[in-house]
């Protein structure tokens, strides 16, 4: 696609249930990476895939966030048994390949745990 | 692992005044250094980047240094414009492997 999209743009879910975001990255696009971003803070690395390597989960704050990613293609980060802190925009990103250059960033989803 | 700082969190200048932010990272194996710009509810997008090979460089108004024995790059924006308000973040990448961010600066500009 012409750029990196990410669905659903928001969410609001209650505490304890889990939930499943997506991202379809750029096509071509080898590196994909998934951010936290806390309502006026940083960005907040979680997650790394560069091909069909064994992806980079060092930023992954609990056992409770997990994400796939199929080859090259789309990518799910899935939060179980939500928690109020878990509140954010999550933001997928996505690179020609991890060498060198800058990221496309999609939309975000903007995730509300009530 | 890589730690990035950056500074100021807030910045407040003059239109047409210049604006300067800082940013230090601790692995010396860093190579990349992209600056992202984030408008209000918006998504980040790269604005320059620079790499260990260079010192500086130039896209019209803004422009990136960087100091590699110190550890230092920043960005510098020229003759600054009411749209150029918006939350910058640097960020630093060792051989492409995940990039970490500052902490951002919310430039204002005032007309």
């Known amino acids: 696609g012409a750029g990196v999209s990410q669905s659903p743009s928001n969410k609001v879910t209650e505490k304890g249930k889990d939930v499943e975001l997506r991202c379809d990255p750029i096509?071509?696009?080898?590196?994909l990476y998934w951010y936290r971003q806390r309502l006026g803070q940083g960005l907040e690395f979680l997650i790394y895939?560069?091909?069909?390597?064994?992806?980079?989960k060092s930023g992954l704050p609990s056992d409770r966030f997990s994400a796939e990613r199929t080859g090259e293609s789309v990518s799910t980060l899935t939060i179980q048994r939500t928690q109020q802190e878990d509140s954010a925009v999550y933001l997928c990103?996505?690179?020609?390949?991890?060498?060198?250059?800058?990221?496309?960033f999609g939309s975000g989803t903007r995730l509300t745990v009530v | 692992g890589e730690n990035v700082e950056q500074h100021p969190s807030t910045l407040s200048v003059q239109e047409g005044d210049s604006a300067v932010i800082k940013c230090t990272y601790s692995?010396?194996?860093?190579?990349?250094f992209p600056w992202y710009k984030q408008e209000l509810g918006k998504r980040p997008q790269l604005i320059i980047d620079?790499?260990?090979?260079?010192g500086e460089k130039k896209d019209q108004r803004i422009a990136v240094t960087l100091n590699k024995t110190a550890k230092h790059f920043s960005l510098h924006i020229t003759e600054t414009q009411p749209e150029d308000s918006a939350v910058y973040f640097c960020?630093?990448?060792?051989?492409?492997?995940?990039?970490?961010f500052g902490a951002g600066t919310r430039l204002f500009v005032k007309a």
């Open positions: 620079i790499r260990s090979n260079v």
């Open positions: 692995d010396s194996a860093s190579n990349y």
């Open positions: 990103a996505s690179s020609v390949a991890a060498v060198d250059g800058g990221y496309t």
């Open positions: 895939f560069q091909g069909n390597s064994a992806p980079d």
């Open positions: 960020a630093a990448s060792t051989g492409g492997f995940k990039t970490i």
């Open positions: 096509s071509g696009h080898t590196a």
